[in-house]
């Protein structure tokens, strides 16, 4: 009944189902979301219609020789396709995933390596070992990482991920960041979650060592007002830490903020950030004191309601101010 129609979403909640649908599925010329669940064996032998961009797999689990190849297929597209595994288990075979891929699919590995995946965004939801390893060396474009598990388990691979452009992080983070930033990253997002001065303070250093144009997005990103390592060596470190970061040269890094705290801008104070952008008018008020502090800021955000005067003191070295959405008093 379905075959050759305008069906644009499609949810099969079985494996059977996805078996029964794999003949029609590339007669949907206009599907563009595809939901599977299910436990899948083997290599996937769906053929994906070209209008496809989003494909979550939803609840079950696949052997990592069947994800590689619907990676594969999804790079065939030649567009920007999101892949979503939310609550999705890839099969391990042994302990060592890296050899069960060279043992059981290196033809297949060697395939996903020659792909160009830069048009691909992969979510995450719970990841595994087995799971990134099959990302490593890979092509991939765009990572959302929705848990703070996700982001320890991909530390190791994330600095070969060669084409990695835009990275989403959810998730509470302590101590020092300890991530290795792919040299093509131009954009990163702190989504929802918490985070350490420590691990924030280290994350900047680390953008600006990548020695391009980098956006840095905070949106429902809380900064903890108080480290639990209050201790006199502590605050050593964090001294040390942020005498590195003053000295860094952040005039190619962009800074949003959505939510702000006093402790969030301090942070910013005497910094050499380029680009500003304030998504509320609280976020203003809280960084009309540190403002004047960024000797290299040339670029000035602004959304809000505005009344009264403005009493914003600019920096010498601003160059534009851009009154985005909102309005203001004359």
């Known amino acids: 009944m379905f075959r050759d129609t305008s069906i644009v979403i499609l949810d099969l909640r079985t494996a059977d189902c996805v078996s029964l649908t ?11 979301k595809l939901f599977v669940r299910g436990t899948f064996m083997g290599r ?12 979550s797999l939803e609840t079950g689990e696949c052997t990592s020789e069947r994800l590689c190849s619907l990676l594969i297929k999804l790079s065939a597209l030649g567009h920007l396709v999101e892949c979503k595994l939310w609550n999705f288990v890839v099969q391990s075979r042994g302990e060592d995933s890296r050899a069960d891929l060279d043992k059981h699919g290196s033809h297949i590995r060697s395939k996903l390596l020659a792909c160009d995946m830069s048009n691909i965004e992969i979510l995450i939801d719970s990841g595994s070992n087995e799971l990134f390893e099959i990302f490593r060396d890979t092509s991939i474009g765009i990572l959302d990482l929705r848990s703070a598990d996700c982001v320890s388990l991909t530390s190791d691979i994330l600095p070969t991920l060669i084409k990695l452009e835009k990275l989403y992080l959810c998730g509470t983070f302590m101590g020092r960041c300890d991530l290795q930033m792919p040299s093509l990253l131009n954009f990163i997002s702190l989504e929802r979650g918490e985070c350490s001065s420590k691990w924030l303070c280290s994350l900047l250093i680390k953008l600006s060592a990548l020695g391009h144009l980098v956006k840095c997005e905070l949106w429902n990103f809380v900064l903890q007002s108080h480290e639990e ?13 942020r005498s590195k970061l003053l000295a860094c040269n952040m005039s190619n890094i962009e800074i949003l903020v959505k939510d702000g705290s006093n402790e969030l801008f301090e942070i910013f104070r005497d910094t050499s950030i380029g680009i500003l952008d304030l998504r509320t008018a609280d976020c203003v008020s809280l960084t009309s004191d540190i403002l004047p502090k960024l000797i290299k800021l040339e670029k000035l955000y602004l959304w809000g309601y505005f009344m009264g005067r403005c009493d914003l003191q600019m920096p010498s070295s601003l160059n534009c101010i851009s009154l985005q959405t909102g309005e203001c008093s004359s």
Do not use: R
């Open 22 to 32: 794999s003949d029609i599925l590339p007669t949907l010329i206009i599907l563009e």
């Open 44 to 55: 996937c032998d769906l053929q994906m219609p070209s209008s496809l961009n989003c494909i």
């Open 229 to 241: 390592d209050s201790d006199a060596d502590s605050n050593i470190h964090e001294c040390d830490l």
